[in-house]
């Protein structure tokens, strides 16, 4: 997966969760200025949400899912509101949990689409490549994938599991041992480095083994 192909990925997951999470302003501005552009955004979220379900990345379709799943739950709070309470301030109650947990829920998956994170996908597909490798690569800068890229001195350098080693040949060593320890998303995070960053010996290895994990797109 290249990098145009990686942004692709991030941005259309979040859109759903970003749109929904301007919503409140958006709905205020258009009472304001009616069809104004803020107005055509929100309009422009079904299709987004649509759009999203068609996407040639899981990535994309699971988040879709995701936010319709959310959105239908909060959307049955409020229309039952008046099952669920006898009185009028009873029934603003769940109007309000229906609606806070509903902008809580969009921010929390615009949270996890940043960092190439999806809980549904997660919870049933044990074996989804998660969290995505571009996010891997770095994941304190995921919104900024290519200025990542330019720099290695962006790449993490700390003790952290996700974090990649700043000299190509121990990130080699480092993706091969966790290639074979399972770690596929990792694996593919520090072997991708060290192609982009090593010697033509060390490129050669780092595709071969890129290759070996079925991730040749990606580079």
């Known amino acids: 997966m290249d990098t145009k192909e990686a942004n692709a990925e991030r941005d259309n997951?979040?859109?759903?969760?970003?749109?929904?999470?301007q919503l409140p302003l958006r709905l205020l501005l258009l009472v304001v200025l009616m069809w104004s552009k803020p107005g055509q955004k929100i309009l422009s979220l079904p299709a987004a949400v649509f759009s999203n379900f068609r996407?040639?990345?899981?990535f994309v379709r699971w988040h879709a899912l995701q936010w319709t799943l959310l959105t239908a739950v909060a959307a049955l709070l409020v229309l039952r509101s008046n099952a669920l309470a006898d009185t009028f301030s009873g029934s603003a109650g769940w109007w309000l949990i229906g609606l806070a947990g509903w902008y809580?829920?969009?921010?929390?998956?615009l949270w996890q689409a940043n960092r190439g994170r999806c809980w549904l996908w997660k919870w049933f597909v044990q074996d989804a490549e998660l969290p995505r490798p571009w996010a891997v690569l770095s994941p304190a800068s995921a919104p900024s994938i290519a200025s990542a890229e330019k720099s290695t001195?962006?790449?993490a350098l700390a003790d952290s599991p996700l974090a990649v080693p700043d000299q190509p040949r121990l990130?080699?060593?480092k993706g091969r041992e966790l290639a074979t320890a399972g770690r596929k998303a990792?694996?593919?995070?520090r072997l991708l480095f060290a192609f982009r960053s090593g010697p033509p010996e060390l490129r050669q290895r780092?595709?071969?083994e890129l290759e070996r994990l079925g991730e040749v797109e990606t580079f």
């Open 186 to 189: 990792e694996a593919v995070a």
């Open 55 to 58: 996407s040639q990345y899981a």
């Open 104 to 109: 809580v829920g969009n921010a929390v998956g």
């Open 206 to 208: 780092a595709a071969a």
């Open 13 to 21: 997951a979040r859109q759903p969760y970003l749109l929904s999470l």
């Open 171 to 173: 990130a080699f060593e």
């Open 153 to 155: 001195s962006s790449i």
